[in-house]
Structure formats: C-alpha cells, structure tokens
C-alpha cells in the first residue's frame, strides 16, 4: 500500500527569468493582436465546428463580463475582509491588475480558466485555430507581463477562477498569507 502523504501542499519552484522566457517559448508566437501562424502539431484538431447560430453564439459572448467579474468581486470581499483597501484595473501597470495593493508593491489577477488558459495543452486541440490562437496569445502576454511586473519589484499572485470556485477558503488563506504576514516572519 501507498504511504500517508503529509495534506500540506508543497511550494512551487521559484520562478526565475529564464524560466519564464522558457514558458514564453514553448507558446506559439503570436503578435500583440492576436493574430499569427499555427504551430505545427502532432495532434489531430479536435473541433467540430460550433453548434450554436452566430446570432445565438454573439449573444453569448456580449454578456461576458472583462472587468467586476463575480470572481474578481469574491478576492476583492476577501481582501477588503481583512481591513485592506485595494485599486480596481490599475491602468498605469502591466497586464492591468484586477486588485492592487500599492503600498505593499502587490498585484493580484484574479483569471478565468478559459481565457487564460488553466491546462490548456489538454485541450487546445477542442478550439478551432481561431481560439486557440487567442488563447495562446492570452497566455503569452500573462508571462511577459507576470515579469514585467516582477521585475519592477512588485509581488503578483495570480488566483484561478475554478480555485475561487473549489476552495475559497483557501484562497483567503492564502491571501492572508501573503497580505497580512505574521509579525515574526517580518
């Protein structure tokens, strides 16, 4: 029988600018509007063309929120739970943070599994070249703005929306965590 693993989790590896311009590598290369050539893969495109009209599938997609998400409005209760005021979509830093806490230097994403792409080599061959192509493109402007960021010295934590979703409490752990450092590891 397996042994009894220990339920914390462990920490992940820390990200470096190497590692990060090896993510940004490994996505197709896409220009800032989106559009670009495919890069070639092994794998048989899955999609099969959409089922919805295009007035239908238009509909659809208008009522889709960029900014004030439910997501984005449950990190921003946790943040505000623990006594912190936080700027909503600051213009003026990379990627336009959804939450920022400028005197602490942090900036907080708060991304849709979809949009951002949560597992996407698992299935990015389900999207017609289209999706997949705005979806890499979102990806790749996550990492070079994740280390834009770091680099100017700030703090980014990134929160996934099916995180949000499974284990909120979780999340607000976390945040407090990295928000509200205990005294004796200052």
């Known amino acids: ?105 942090i900036a907080v994403f708060v991304d849709g599994d979809f949009w951002h792409g949560w597992r996407f080599p698992v299935w990015r061959n389900k999207l017609s070249e289209k999706w997949e192509l705005k979806i890499a493109a979102n990806r790749r402007r996550d990492l070079l703005n994740h280390a834009r960021l770091r680099r100017a010295g700030w703090l980014v934590i990134r929160i996934w929306e099916h995180q949000l979703e499974r284990d909120p409490e979780g999340v607000a752990t976390r945040l407090r965590a990295v928000l509200l450092p205990s005294k004796s590891s200052r």
């Open 1 to 105: 029988m397996g042994e009894r693993r220990d339920s914390t989790k462990p920490t992940p590896p820390k990200t470096t600018r190497r590692t990060m311009r090896r993510r940004a590598k490994n996505l197709p290369q896409v220009d800032r509007a989106g559009e670009g050539t495919a890069v070639p893969r092994p794998q048989v495109r899955l999609h099969r063309g959409d089922i919805m009209t295009p007035e239908k599938r238009s509909a659809l997609m208008s009522r889709i929120r960029g900014k004030n998400t439910g997501p984005e409005r449950a990190v921003g209760a946790i943040v505000a739970g623990l006594g912190l005021k936080a700027e909503l979509h600051a213009r003026d830093l990379p990627g336009r943070p959804d939450l920022v806490l400028r005197r602490r230097r």
